[in-house]
């Protein structure tokens, strides 16, 4: 039977070993003190499994020492295989410049923060080894803030509309991947976010596994800023016309207002003779344009992501490989 060789445009035939029956992914940035507790915690952890195995870290342009770190841990161990960008480039990228390298037939995926536990992997990877496409983590007892979860929700419920895939936790990067599921999307993966909902909507089977999930030390990298921008990602990524769609519904809700508000000012004119005309068109006028901004946020995201392709930028730069 031949040997599965890496996907995607960083295929390269390996030809000094066969080729692990299972690649772990890790995403990097500015994570030197946590680096060697993962490496020895997920060795552990996948021995446990019997299967062959590598890890793939991939340091998103961190600033501190986490790529001497790496250096070591490669050195040291043949597995371990490293990607380093030449600057931050986003999770997503450094996803797919993982994905793209693996050469397992299952492959897993997580952050390299220690947030979740590298002794789940074998129940990820078992998940998958049972028949689904799909292990898909969740957060049994997530330890974030409330400015954290409940914008999480939010994007969860559209991505479960969006998608038509019933399951509670698209935010996990903890899961694990068939191979032949992640394959087909391998090119819209770094250039849209939530690579699990990528490869959901290409109508891959799942399962959710109960992950552990500890609370994250130091502060977290998403900013209120950056989930509003995550929301739109995913309203541009996986809502088709929206924009149709948010002209009906901008449509319906100015049309019943105007009408309420005229109503409103009739009686209020005929029985005090006194109607507040300028303080209720304001109003008006004021929501009027906060529906637009938001229209016109999406329009901009739609015309970033034509500019992209339009002028074929990679989605990372590699600065070495080990």
């Not at 195995?53 to 070591?72: M, N, P, W």
């Not at 541009?236 to 769609?245: N, R």
Request: aromatic content about 8%.
């Amino acid at each position: 039977m031949a040997q599965p060789q890496p996907i995607g445009d960083a295929a390269r035939v390996e030809d000094a070993a066969p080729s692990p029956e299972l690649s772990v992914v890790v995403t990097v940035l500015d994570e030197e003190g946590s680096l060697e507790e993962l490496y020895r915690r997920t060795v552990a952890a996948v021995d446990a499994t019997g299967l062959s195995f590598e890890l793939i870290f991939v340091d998103d342009g961190s600033q501190d020492a986490s790529f001497a770190v790496l250096e070591r841990l490669h050195a040291a161990d043949p597995r371990v295989r490293v990607v380093r960008f030449k600057r931050n480039f986003g999770q997503h990228p450094a996803m797919h410049a993982g994905l793209s390298r693996a050469r397992g037939e299952i492959l897993v995926t997580m952050d390299a923060d220690l947030q979740n536990q590298p002794e789940d992997i074998p129940r990820l990877v078992d998940a998958v080894a049972a028949g689904a496409d799909v292990a898909s983590g969740r957060r049994a007892a997530r330890h974030d803030s409330w400015g954290r979860t409940l914008p999480s929700r939010l994007i969860n419920g559209m991505l479960r509309r969006f998608t038509r895939v019933d399951i509670s936790d698209f935010g996990c990067a903890f899961n694990a991947y068939r191979r032949s599921a992640v394959t087909p999307m391998l090119g819209a993966i770094g250039k849209q976010k939530f690579t699990k909902a990528l490869v959901l909507s290409g109508g891959a089977s799942v399962v959710e596994v109960d992950v552990s999930h500890a609370a994250r030390e130091g502060r977290s990298r998403y900013s209120p800023l950056r989930l509003a921008t995550l929301a739109l990602h995913v309203l541009a990524g996986f809502w088709p016309q929206p924009i149709q769609w948010i002209g009906v519904v901008v449509g319906v809700i100015c049309t019943g207002l105007a009408v309420v508000v005229f109503a409103w000012g009739t009686v209020y004119w005929v029985l005090a003779t006194d109607f507040p005309g300028f303080l209720y068109l304001g109003t008006l006028v004021l929501m009027i344009l906060g529906i637009q901004g938001f229209v016109l946020a999406l329009v901009g995201e739609y015309l970033g992501r034509i500019q992209r392709e339009v002028e074929g930028r990679p989605l990372y730069a590699v600065e070495r490989e080990l």
